[in-house]
């Protein structure tokens, strides 16, 4: 589940729950942080996306870089 928060026509931050803990993999450069604060480790798909893994219940919070 996604909401977000736009600025200027811009989305500048996003919070995402994640219902199955898979992968997720989104579009642009983010800083990714769980609901403690503390920085997720990212990186990127073969597409260039980018990639963090998520677990079941867990909330995040991307900020545009």
Known sequence: ???????????????????????CIVHGKWTVKDADGKAVATDHDAFGRLRFKTVVGGTYSLIAK
């Open 1 to 23: 589940l996604v909401s977000a928060m736009q600025k200027g026509g811009k989305v500048v931050s996003c919070e995402i729950f994640s219902e199955k803990g898979e992968d």
